[in-house]
């Protein structure tokens, strides 16, 4: 396992379990930032590359899962890997409930832990890659005249160009050149792949699709 581009946070006040940790994923040249404490950790910037944070649950400032719901209030997302030297299934259970990628008690295997670290980076590639995604098709949208973007929705919701002409008054055929020139500035290839375009902008309200 090496991706060069990814970053393991690990917050653990054990020096040597941070020390092995370390030593185990640079040798996989995988990036990776140790912390002795939470308060450590939120001083410091957040990678912008697909990141996981291996995490222990008992801490001296707070909690592990203190930190997770801290960090789900702010919204802000990251795979997180609990370690721990006294877990309990409690504890797990609400970890896991709460998104946890693994609960993993000391000592554990290398692999166990390697196995859920390319599970948390390949979610957060995978979140990451969609919020990109979305944030193109919306500066695509925004670059509609409002006409264009009011058939867009109406396409979206399944109007034909006959009916959307009637809606708004014009000629069938503006509306198929509007259409056309939505089409181009969104790079839609098909009416389908337009349609899907919408839904991922929630152009549509879900009632209407279900209607």
Not at 136 to 146: A, K, N, Y
């Amino acid at each position: 396992m090496s991706d060069a581009n990814s970053t393991v946070l690990v917050i653990d006040d054990d020096p040597n379990f941070r020390a092995s940790v370390g030593r185990l994923l640079r040798s996989l040249s995988i990036d990776v930032q140790l912390f002795a404490s939470i308060s450590e950790f939120l001083k410091s910037d957040p990678p912008d590359c697909p990141t996981c944070l291996v995490l222990d649950v008992r801490l001296p400032d707070q909690s592990g899962l203190d930190l997770q719901r801290e960090l789900a209030a702010a919204n802000r997302e990251i795979p997180i890997i609990f370690v721990t030297g006294h877990g309990d299934i409690p504890m797990s259970v609400q970890a896991m409930k709460r998104g946890a990628i693994e609960f993993l008690t000391k000592p554990f295997r290398d692999q166990d832990l390697l196995d859920a670290i390319q599970l948390g980076l390949s979610r957060d590639g995978a979140r990451r890659k969609n919020e990109t995604d979305l944030a193109i098709l919306r500066e695509r949208f925004g670059s509609l005249s409002p006409r264009e973007r009011e058939i867009v929705i109406q396409v979206a919701r399944g109007r034909l160009s006959k009916q959307i002409a009637y809606d708004i008054g014009i000629a069938e055929a503006t509306v198929k050149v509007h259409r056309s020139r939505a089409m181009q500035k969104m790079k839609a290839s098909s009416l389908p792949e337009l349609g899907r375009m919408a839904d991922r902008l929630r152009l549509v309200p879900d009632t209407l699709h279900r209607a």
